[in-house]
């Protein structure tokens, strides 16, 4: 990778459309193979068609065939963690170790699993 997934994610976080609550959130995953996809959050004025930079990012992941995310980049200028319900759709396509690091302006970083930041996540085994 040419770029670092911080400065991939701080990029993608200047594209994000957020009229309504002025936070520009970028987020990159990295999938099992390698690759890497970007997303912003984009709000809509029937704030239920909003989506977060998070699931922006996997969604284009596996739209594009990779369904195994490997970790996961949030920026925000304030550092904020991914939500529960990002959390809940990284659940589908990874492991509870999956690795996020959520980074601010400042350069300060936090990382952690998936599964100490949803402590009891529903995941597909509930569903066999």
């Known amino acids: 990778m040419s770029k670092s997934l911080r400065d991939q994610a701080q990029h993608a976080s200047t ?5 309504y609550s002025k936070a520009k959130v970028g987020a990159v995953v990295v999938t099992e193979d390698g690759k890497t ?17 998070e699931r922006v990012a996997i969604w284009k992941a596996v739209s594009e065939g990779s369904k195994k995310l490997k970790k996961i980049y ?11 319900l990002c959390l809940q ?20 970083e936090t990382t952690k699993k998936l599964g100490d930041l949803l402590t009891h996540a529903f995941t597909p085994d509930h569903m066999k």
């Open 15 to 19: 594209l994000a459309h957020s009229p």
């Open 37 to 53: 996809y970007s997303g912003c959050n984009i709000e809509n004025s029937s704030f239920g068609g909003t989506v977060c930079a």
């Open 74 to 84: 949030v920026y925000t200028t304030d550092g904020w963690p991914p939500c529960g």
């Open 89 to 108: 759709v990284m659940t589908e396509f990874s492991t509870l170790d999956l690795e996020i690091t959520f980074g601010d302006k400042n350069g300060k």
